[in-house]
């Protein structure tokens, strides 16, 4: 079922393609700096500041990898 488009809850760029965002992370069982990259590049050029979201995807993703890095030595 579609969601009715909401400007807080549900803005039309958190549901293309019909699936929004947070439940597809929800049933992922993702991490928040996982659930920020898909959530950054899924919405990214729905929003017209594609390459902003990009940079702040990339920005989570590489915290992210120096985090495991510093886990994992």
Do not use: F, S
């Not at 760029?13 to 700096?33: F, R």
């Not at 590049?41 to 990009?54: P, T």
């Amino acid at each position: 079922m579609a969601r009715k488009d909401d400007p807080v809850n549900h803005p039309g760029h958190y549901t293309m393609g019909g699936i929004e965002v947070a439940d597809a992370c929800e049933a992922w069982k993702l991490g928040a700096h996982e659930w920020n990259i898909v959530k950054y590049v899924a919405r990214a050029k729905y929003k017209g500041k594609e390459l902003q979201d990009l940079k702040k995807a990339k920005w989570y993703l590489d915290r992210k990898i120096q985090r495991l890095e510093k886990e994992n030595g």
